[in-house]
């Protein structure tokens, strides 16, 4: 479990949270707390709501009603400050393609208003930290995907956010790289930066501290995998889902 | 059985990247045979060559006994492809696709009805949508339907699961396994391990070269040591903790538990020892038998190794 | 500050590693520098223009000579009579024809004045202003030659103009036709090559690729309904052209739908070998749209005559087929020829069209790569 002590400190707070599309309702009255340096994974099938979700927390969106807020900011009023406090991978691009891992790093660290010299600091610390140096001057469309992926995360995090946001970070990554990719987060949130992920790998699941399952559009399960587990009588958080998570229908 | 696909020492190169690399196997009428790997493995290459879509660069491939380089044309009247992106038309509708691809086959859609019945049965009352407003799911079974409306010998699926909910895929594959009744051989590839468990006979690839290739019970029985599992209320710790330990040959996350391998196998105290001292509260060890990711990890350190 | 600083920075390097946007900065202006400064011009160089000497004496040679001699004509016929007029305007490389009336020269040293007729190719009035003009100034010239001897001497040599095919001189004779080229071309190529590599893009190419369409088979079925559908638009264009403009078809309508479904074939056909060659539909937007554009405007003697441009900008119109079929469009609507004189821009579109149909037949690959 997380073995630290900031369990007291709400980093997310979600309280009735609807959010609507035309008379589509995306996220119908959710409810959740998240903790500083939790592994929180948000599960669901796809179009059950969890990108319009996470795009709310992230400020990227607003709410159509009921509260939100996020490392201590309104989502209505303060998205920007949202923004600023956390960091974002998801699936589809993170990094330049076109430029080298030095540069992107440099850049994000810039984006995230960090000062030269601790930029500087972290590039260091990063390429040793993930045995990078020889790429320092590659450009990221000659990486394997799974150095990109840990290269994103890194990045990232790299200005300390209260929460990062991981938008199936694993997809079509080989087994050692994923591992080494929770290994990652366990540090990170070790560290007490708390962890949102979304994941379609049910074994990940298991990594979570906490994990969520939506299904059209509401939370039906919240909870730690070991006690869902048990309350549905399932092995695996697999099970568990099958059980309760219905597809959206077309 | 007959062998329905035959690969020969293929090899295919794009510029200094070498995507398959020496690449032999066999697949037999009706199985249901997985290529399981990483993105980047040569999955996507390898059903190109098989297709008839790409030329390997070495070696030759023999679909239903003739050679996919010279026998395209006939091949390709007896191939269902379903490729990555499911490719289907996004602004027709799911009648108009399924029957645009019936009639590019020479066929209708009442012919083979019998065939998609129970796949396109799900989507059916969805035809008249556009096939761009589909859920996940439901264009993967729109796709699966286009790829067999022509009743097709052999089914070339490339990762049909890939992104698509846990609840989905399982359907899918039930959906897979009746399929094996019309003696329709099913080639798939996947990212997911534990589908490997679904098929036939599995091929295990990573960068362009085959790691294993059997039964997914034989690949499992082929893991080298014995396998322990161990639990533990701090997971992080409990894996940084184990991997100090001076037996541990490999610590691997594994859902719930951490999966070892220990240097002579043998878990005698010194383990629970070393753990208690760390801090480690009741930690909980079993042997386990190893499954198909295990040996696979296995496989890829050794590959990794030289 | 910083963080806009580092934004710019990252700009800078996505310019700099991409060869494409690096030819849209720096060669594309230049490009157009390039062209613009040669192809646009508004003067005439070796306009073509004919004579109707009706007089033949010694004041009709002297003028002729001052005439050709100036540079900015060529000689290229001696007419017998007005009938020839119309004759060699439909040939298209005369632009003016000047008559001396009977007895010239008698006329102007006793009566003082005489005309000369000025009958200039209506069709494309740009050119025809100008050559009328420049016509008029050097006859003005010769006219204060003829003073100069005899202080009060008033010769007046008198220039009657008058527009053949184009009496009023619309402008429109010159911009409808010339667009309705551009238009044509650019739609059709645009449509068919967006249509192939859409495909490529969205996967389905490879599904079709599997199954057993024929390579043939796909590109003519991607044609076949462009190919229905532009000639109605092409049928509509013509009648706006008519009802809105005034513009008439002098010549055979049957033949301009023929010429024109000719074009418009040609045209698709050119969209199919671009999509051959794009990856991606970006890439062919860029090239049928954009890269079509420019030449088709400024180098296919829709506004500005090749006649005026230095001959390298002829040798690269040659292989821009617009050129032609404004050639055989105006022809026929505005000079009413029939096939006789535009034998040869239909041949020429022909054979383009079968070359870009068997290339891209051949570059049409069955297989990804």
Same mark, same amino acid.
């Given at each position: 479990m997380f073995g630290n002590n900031y369990m007291n400190d709400k980093v997310i707070y979600v309280h009735n949270l609807v959010k609507k599309f035309g008379n589509f309702v995306a996220n119908d009255n959710l409810n959740f707390e998240v903790y500083r340096g939790e592994i929180f994974g948000f599960l669901g099938a796809n179009g059950a709501g969890k990108t319009t979700a996470i795009r709310i927390l992230s400020g990227l969106s607003r709410p159509t009603s009921g509260e939100v807020i996020v490392a201590g900011f309104d989502a209505y009023k303060q998205a920007e400050m949202i923004k600023k406090n956390i960091g974002y991978m998801c699936q589809k691009f993170s990094l330049y393609e076109d430029l080298t891992v030095k540069e992107n790093i440099m850049?994000?660290?810039?984006?995230?208003?960090?000062?030269?010299?601790?930029?500087?600091?972290?590039?260091?610390?990063?390429?040793?930290?993930?045995?990078?140096?020889?790429?320092?001057?590659?450009?990221?469309?000659?990486?394997?995907?799974?150095?990109?992926?840990?290269?994103?995360?890194?990045?990232?995090?790299?200005?300390?956010?209260?929460?990062?946001?991981?938008?199936?970070?694993?997809?079509?990554?080989?087994?050692?790289?994923?591992?080494?990719?929770?290994?990652?987060?366990?540090?990170?949130?070790?560290?007490?930066?708390?962890?949102?992920?979304?994941?379609?790998?049910?074994?990940?699941?298991?990594?979570?501290?906490?994990?969520?399952?939506?299904?059209?559009?509401?939370?039906?399960?919240?909870?730690?995998?070991?006690?869902?587990?048990?309350?549905?009588?399932?092995?695996?958080?697999?099970?568990?889902?099958?059980?309760?998570?219905?597809?959206?229908?077309? | 059985m007959l062998p329905v696909i035959e690969s020969f020492g293929v090899c295919k190169s794009y510029g200094t990247t070498r995507a398959l690399d020496n690449i032999s196997f066999?697949?037999?009428?009706?199985?249901?045979?997985?290529?399981?790997?990483?993105?980047?493995?040569?999955?996507?290459?390898?059903?190109?060559?098989?297709?008839?879509?790409?030329?390997?660069?070495?070696?030759?491939?023999?679909?239903?006994?003739?050679?996919?380089?010279?026998?395209?044309?006939?091949?390709?009247?007896?191939?269902?492809?379903?490729?990555?992106?499911?490719?289907?038309?996004?602004?027709?509708?799911?009648?108009?696709?399924?029957?645009?691809?019936?009639?590019?086959?020479?066929?209708?859609?009442?012919?083979?009805?019998?065939?998609?019945?129970?796949?396109?049965?799900?989507?059916?009352?969805?035809?008249?949508?556009?096939?761009?407003?589909?859920?996940?799911?439901?264009?993967?079974?729109?796709?699966?339907?286009?790829?067999?409306?022509?009743?097709?010998?052999?089914?070339?699926?490339?990762?049909?699961?890939?992104?698509?909910?846990?609840?989905?895929?399982?359907?899918?594959?039930?959906?897979?396994?009746?399929?094996?009744?019309?003696?329709?051989?099913?080639?798939?590839?996947?990212?997911?391990?534990?589908?490997?468990?679904?098929?036939?006979?599995?091929?295990?690839?990573?960068?362009?070269?085959?790691?294993?290739?059997?039964?997914?019970?034989?690949?499992?029985?082929?893991?080298?040591?014995?396998?322990?599992?161990v639990k533990a209320m701090d997971k992080f710790k409990l894996i940084t903790t184990l991997r100090k330990y001076p037996e541990t040959i490999t610590a691997w996350p594994f859902g719930d538990s951490v999966h070892l391998t220990l240097n002579g196998d043998n878990t005698d105290d010194s383990l629970l020892i070393f753990l208690r001292n760390e801090g480690i509260t009741d930690p909980v060890i079993e042997e386990i038998a190893a499954g198909i990711e295990d040996r696979f990890l296995e496989l890829m350190e050794k590959g990794s190794k030289g | 500050m910083k963080r806009f600083l580092g934004f710019v920075k990252k700009e800078f390097l996505h310019i700099f590693r991409d060869y494409r946007t690096l030819i849209i900065l720096f060669g594309i202006p230049v490009a157009q520098i390039l062209i613009f400064g040669f192809a646009v011009s508004t003067d005439i160089k070796n306009a073509g223009v004919a004579f109707l000497d009706l007089s033949k004496d010694e004041i009709t040679q002297k003028l002729t000579d001052k005439i050709i001699s100036s540079g900015f004509f060529k000689k290229t016929d001696n007419l017998l009579n007005y009938s020839d007029i119309d004759l060699i305007f439909k040939t298209g490389k005369t632009k003016?024809?000047?008559?001396?009336?009977?007895?010239?020269?008698?006329?102007?040293?006793?009566?003082?004045?005489?005309?000369?007729?000025?009958?200039?190719?209506?069709?494309? /009035?740009? +050119?025809? #202003? $100008?050559?009328?003009?420049?016509?008029? *100034?050097?006859?003005?010239?010769?006219?204060?030659?003829?003073? %100069?001897?005899?202080?009060?001497?008033?010769?007046?040599?008198?220039?009657?103009?008058?527009?053949?095919?184009?009496?009023?001189?619309?402008?429109?004779?010159?911009?409808? /036709?010339? +667009?309705? #080229? $551009?238009?044509?071309?650019?739609?059709? *190529?645009?449509?068919?090559?967006?249509?192939?590599?859409?495909? %490529?893009?969205?996967?389905?190419?490879?599904?079709?690729?599997?199954?057993p369409l024929k390579p043939v088979q796909i590109i003519l079925g991607k044609v076949t309904p462009y190919f229905l559908l532009s000639f109605i638009n092409v049928i509509l264009i013509l009648i706006m052209s008519w009802l809105v403009f005034g513009l008439p078809v002098k010549g055979s309508v049957t033949l301009l739908l023929l010429e024109s479904m000719l074009y418009i074939l040609m045209s698709l056909s050119l969209g199919i070998l671009i999509s051959t060659v794009s990856k991606t539909m970006q890439q062919a937007i860029f090239i049928s749209f954009i890269g079509l554009m420019l030449p088709t405007i400024l180098l296919s003697?829709?506004?500005?005559?090749?006649?005026?441009?230095?001959?390298?900008?002829d040798y690269v119109s040659a292989v821009l087929p617009p050129r032609y079929f404004i050639i055989i469009i105006k022809s026929i609507m505005i000079k009413g020829t029939g096939i006789l004189f535009v034998w040869k821009e239909t041949l020429i579109l022909l054979l383009m069209t079968i070359l870009f149909i068997g290339i891209s037949v051949r570059k049409f690959k069955v297989r990804l790569e």
């Open positions: 850049l994000y660290g810039g984006i995230y208003g960090m000062k030269l010299a601790l930029i500087k600091k972290r590039v260091h610390e990063l390429l040793e930290r993930l045995n990078f140096q020889e790429y320092e001057n590659r450009i990221i469309s000659d990486l394997p995907l799974g150095l990109r992926q840990k290269l994103a995360f890194s990045v990232a995090v790299l200005h300390e956010p209260k929460i990062v946001f991981l938008d199936e970070p694993t997809g079509g990554v080989d087994p050692i790289t994923r591992r080494q990719f929770w290994e990652m987060i366990y540090e990170t949130a070790a560290g007490g930066i708390t962890v949102f992920v979304t994941t379609h790998y049910m074994d990940e699941a298991e990594y979570c501290d906490r994990i969520s399952i939506m299904s059209e559009g509401r939370i039906v399960a919240l909870d730690t995998p070991a006690a869902l587990k048990k309350m549905y009588e399932a092995e695996t958080v697999e099970e568990v889902f099958i059980k309760i998570a219905r597809p959206a229908l077309a | 066999t697949v037999n009428e009706s199985e249901i045979f997985g290529f399981i790997g990483p993105d980047g493995a040569g999955k996507t290459t390898l059903f190109r060559i098989i297709t008839t879509l790409l030329l390997p660069d070495e070696g030759t491939i023999k679909v239903l006994g003739l050679n996919c380089t010279t026998g395209y044309k006939e091949l390709r009247k007896n191939i269902g492809y379903m490729p990555g992106r499911f490719s289907l038309y996004q602004d027709l509708s799911v009648e108009e696709n399924l029957n645009f691809y019936a009639t590019v086959f020479g066929t209708t859609v009442e012919e083979n009805y019998d065939l998609i019945s129970d796949i396109y049965s799900h989507i059916e009352p969805f035809k008249k949508r556009l096939a761009g407003k589909l859920s996940g799911g439901m264009k993967q079974k729109l796709a699966l339907s286009c790829a067999l409306i022509h009743k097709p010998k052999i089914l070339v699926l490339d990762e049909p699961t890939t992104g698509v909910d846990a609840v989905s895929r399982a359907e899918f594959w039930q959906m897979l396994e009746k399929l094996k009744s019309h003696n329709i051989t099913i080639i798939v590839s996947t990212p997911y391990m534990d589908e490997a468990m679904r098929c036939d006979k599995v091929a295990l690839i990573q960068n362009g070269r085959i790691l294993a290739i059997n039964t997914p019970d034989k690949i499992r029985e082929g893991f080298t040591r014995k396998l322990f599992t | 003016a024809v000047i008559v001396f009336e009977e007895n010239f020269g008698s006329k102007l040293i006793k009566d003082g004045k005489a005309s000369i007729n000025i009958i200039a190719d209506g069709s494309d /009035p740009n +050119v025809a #202003t $100008l050559v009328t003009n420049y016509t008029i *100034a050097i006859i003005s010239d010769y006219n204060r030659e003829l003073n %100069k001897p005899a202080v009060n001497s008033s010769i007046m040599i008198q220039p009657e103009v008058k527009m053949f095919y184009n009496p009023e001189l619309k402008s429109h004779f010159m911009f409808v /036709p010339g +667009v309705i #080229t $551009l238009i044509l071309i650019l739609i059709c *190529a645009l449509m068919t090559s967006v249509t192939i590599t859409r495909e %490529k893009e969205f996967g389905t190419m490879e599904v079709l690729l599997v199954s003697g829709f506004i500005f005559p090749i006649e005026n441009m230095p001959k390298i900008y």
